[in-house]
């Protein structure tokens, strides 16, 4: 079980890559509205928080995937980390998607990229017991923008203390 | 919460069986037919009876008023002004002078009569061939004097269905969400209303967010879904008592209901890992079934009239397409080819459309395609809108649209929108509050 997660999160990071690496090439060109967004995935800070010193409480996504970059899964590997030195902590894993999708496909993209999170935590050795997923599909969005960089903002997954 | 409505339904005169007046409901709104709802006459001692009761000065106007506003919005027929109308109500509903309603230029002709007796409120109607100068129908009521909307809503489809051969969709409601608030924060609540905006009232107080609610087609149940205690759940509410439960004992988040045909089932999906199946459940020994098993994302569900087939939306072949299955899971077919993502699958009443949302190049389109998936058609197209429903009669798709926010993030709104069947007639429903997620229900009464 715990292989085949193994096994199948390599496989989610050698997908990404290729995502990337086809997306930087092509994107070098328009990089987004102040460098903020790599292909459509957001990478500023403008929204993020933080759950300790250096570790980011949310990871984004590109539009229609829960493919985890690798600023991403460096996130969460941090998460990981701080998880661990605070076995009390559970969290709640919370996913968003933009408003440009029906909302009943959003509700099951949202809970879909919040489990890219959690087995990506599994991984990194935090039990299940102590996540909980929750989807708020495109009902949550963190900017109400109708824009590109907007809709980048909004599709992530937000780790959130449950206690 | 609504009373049942007392009508006593007895038919005065039997209709003719070839009437002349034909209104061809597939050309859309090219030609509304133009007819006369001449006010439903009152006497002096009945006006004052009813002013006294419902706190309207002249009940027989304002029932007219709303078989006037009915048939206007469904786009079919054109009311005329009834400053140009020659004759009296009371007089027209003996014997119209026909020359005098042909020089207006009305095909046809309403004309009634309201009577208070015994603290009810008695209506008759009828209908007149003003060309072949013939009466058409007419029929008489008996009810409580609250129900007096419904009386004309009920009047209008007995119009419509004597002029255009198919069952009207006056006589029902709309439930749908409630929105307001800022876009990050919204508060939602279940609202319902008639389906003229009428009525409206709030069934949930707005401290959890709701979403998708859908009108059992055979009673006034209502499926859900809510995030009650931040859990995400599909819940059964009772209209009339107000009753609500959870929908199965799932371990985790039930979405994208709705109800079988016979409205015995809720059909949804379940999300875990990361993948969304489609599930029923019997409402009567909860029973519950998985009807579809893939690694994908499964929902939207959607069952046929007649319960054998389920159309469905799902991403299995990468992006959101859709599909029909058979009531088991078996044969999953794909349906939709067309460029462009396709999603919320609704089977039409009639059985043989099925309605959807299109996202292609930054748009989002209405359309309705056959079963098989071919003769696909646009209806409208726009910045963002989905969620169609049916009006029960097939005629009518009712759905949300949302704008598009400025450079600051402001000037968000959600509106209900109708257009009919044929891309004519497109119109905005008005509601108190920002709207969403409408689900028309089946006609009332019958």
């Known amino acids: 079980m715990r292989l085949s997660k193994i096994f199948k999160n390599t496989l989610l990071v050698l997908a990404a890559c290729l995502v990337l690496s086809a997306c930087a090439t092509k994107k070098e060109v328009a990089t987004d509205i102040q460098g903020q967004m790599q292909g459509d995935v957001y990478t500023g800070t403008d929204t993020v928080e933080y759950l300790a010193d250096g570790v980011p409480d949310r990871v984004f996504f590109a539009t229609n995937e829960s493919i985890l970059t690798t600023a991403s899964r460096e996130t969460l590997r941090a998460q990981a980390a701080w998880l661990r030195k605070n076995p009390n902590i559970n969290v709640v894993l919370e996913g968003h998607a933009d408003e440009r999708g029906t909302r009943e496909y959003n509700l099951a993209l949202g809970e879909r990229r919040a489990n890219a999170a959690k087995d990506y935590l599994m991984t990194y050795g935090i039990s299940s017991d102590r996540i909980t997923v929750l989807s708020y599909g495109k009902e949550r969005p963190v900017d109400s923008g109708s824009n590109p960089l907007a809709w980048s903002k909004n599709r992530r997954s937000v780790t959130v203390k449950a206690n | 919460m609504t009373k049942k409505i007392l009508i006593l339904l007895f038919i005065l005169i039997p209709i003719k069986a070839n009437a002349l007046i034909e209104v061809d409901i597939t050309r859309g709104n090219l030609n509304p037919l133009p007819l006369a709802v001449s006010p439903l006459s009152i006497d002096e001692e009945?006006?004052?009876?009813?002013?006294?009761?419902?706190?309207?000065?002249?009940?027989?106007?304002?029932?007219?008023?709303?078989?006037?506003?009915?048939?206007?919005?469904?786009?079919?027929?054109?009311?005329?002004?009834?400053?140009?109308?020659?004759?009296?109500?009371?007089?027209?509903?003996?014997?119209?002078?026909?020359?005098?309603?042909?020089?207006?230029?009305?095909?046809?002709?309403?004309?009634?009569?309201?009577?208070?007796?015994?603290?009810?409120?008695?209506?008759?109607?009828?209908?007149?061939?003003?060309?072949?100068?013939?009466?058409?129908?007419?029929?008489?009521?008996?009810?409580?004097?609250?129900?007096?909307?419904?009386?004309?809503?009920?009047?209008?489809?007995?119009?419509?269905?004597?002029?255009?051969?198919?069952?009207?969709?006056?006589?029902?409601?709309?439930?749908?969400?409630?929105?307001?608030?800022?876009?990050?924060?919204?508060?939602?609540?279940?609202?319902?209303?008639?389906?003229?905006?009428?009525?409206?009232?709030?069934?949930?107080?707005?401290?959890?967010?709701?979403?998708?609610?859908?009108?059992?087609?055979?009673?006034?149940?209502?499926?859900?879904?809510?995030?009650?205690?931040?859990?995400?759940?599909?819940?059964?509410?009772?209209?009339?008592?107000?009753?609500?439960?959870?929908?199965?004992?799932?371990?985790?988040?039930?979405?994208?209901?709705?109800?079988?045909?016979?409205?015995?089932?809720?059909?949804?999906?379940?999300?875990?890992?990361?993948?969304?199946?489609?599930?029923?459940?019997?409402?009567?020994?909860?029973?519950?079934?998985?009807?579809?098993?893939?690694?994908?994302?499964?929902?939207?569900?959607?069952?046929?009239?007649?319960?054998?087939?389920?159309?469905?939306?799902?991403?299995?072949?990468?992006?959101?397409?859709?599909?029909?299955?058979?009531?088991?899971?078996?044969?999953?077919?794909?349906?939709?080819?067309?460029?462009?993502?396709?999603?919320?699958?609704?089977?039409?009443?009639?059985?043989?459309?099925?309605?959807?949302?299109?996202?292609?190049?930054?748009?989002?389109?209405?359309?309705?395609?056959?079963?098989?998936?071919?003769?696909?058609?646009?209806?409208?197209?726009?910045?963002?809108?989905?969620?169609?429903?049916?009006?029960?009669?097939?005629?009518?798709?009712?759905?949300?649209?949302?704008?598009?926010t400025n450079s600051k993030g402001e000037g968000f709104s959600a509106k209900l929108w109708s257009i009919d069947l044929t891309g004519y007639n497109e119109r905005q429903i008005k509601t108190p509050t920002d709207a969403s997620d409408p689900s028309w229900s089946s006609l009332l009464s019958n």
């Not at chain 2, 000065?57 to 109308?85: H, M, Q, W, Y």
């Not at chain 2, 459940?281 to 054998?308: A, F, Q």
């Not at chain 2, 799902?314 to 009531?327: A, E, F």
């Not at chain 2, 699958?345 to 989002?364: C, E, N, Y």
């Open chain 2, 46 to 404: 009945s006006r004052k009876g009813f002013e006294k009761k419902l706190k309207k000065e002249n009940i027989g106007s304002e029932i007219s008023n709303i078989v006037e506003n009915n048939l206007r919005t469904s786009g079919l027929f054109n009311p005329l002004d009834k400053k140009a109308f020659l004759q009296a109500p009371d007089i027209a509903n003996l014997k119209p002078r026909f020359e005098d309603w042909n020089l207006i230029k009305a095909q046809a002709l309403i004309t009634g009569k309201v009577n208070y007796v015994d603290d009810k409120l008695r209506v008759e109607f009828r209908l007149w061939d003003v060309l072949a100068a013939k009466e058409m129908m007419a029929l008489a009521f008996t009810t409580v004097p609250n129900n007096w909307r419904r009386v004309g809503h009920i009047i209008s489809d007995k119009v419509y269905e004597r002029l255009t051969g198919e069952k009207g969709y006056f006589d029902t409601r709309i439930i749908y969400v409630s929105e307001e608030g800022p876009k990050t924060q919204r508060i939602k609540k279940l609202a319902i209303m008639d389906q003229d905006g009428a009525n409206n009232k709030f069934l949930t107080l707005g401290n959890e967010l709701v979403l998708t609610p859908r009108f059992n087609p055979a009673s006034q149940m209502v499926t859900y879904l809510s995030y009650f205690k931040n859990m995400p759940r599909v819940y059964l509410l009772d209209i009339e008592t107000g009753t609500q439960e959870v929908v199965g004992d799932f371990p985790g988040m039930t979405f994208a209901p709705r109800f079988s045909p016979d409205g015995k089932k809720i059909i949804m999906s379940f999300a875990k890992d990361g993948k969304s199946d489609i599930y029923t459940m019997d409402l009567e020994n909860r029973i519950v079934e998985k009807i579809t098993n893939h690694p994908s994302i499964d929902t939207s569900p959607s069952y046929s009239p007649d319960g054998k087939y389920i159309t469905f939306n799902s991403d299995r072949s990468g992006y959101q397409q859709i599909y029909v299955m058979k009531n088991d899971g078996s044969d999953v077919k794909r349906i939709s080819f067309g460029k462009g993502l396709y999603g919320t699958p609704v089977w039409s009443p009639r059985g043989d459309l099925i309605a959807f949302t299109k996202l292609h190049k930054g748009k989002f389109y209405i359309g309705v395609m056959r079963t098989d998936g071919s003769g696909e058609r646009l209806l409208t197209e726009n910045y963002y809108q989905e969620a169609p429903s049916w009006s029960p009669n097939g005629r009518v798709l009712i759905f949300y649209r949302e704008t598009k």
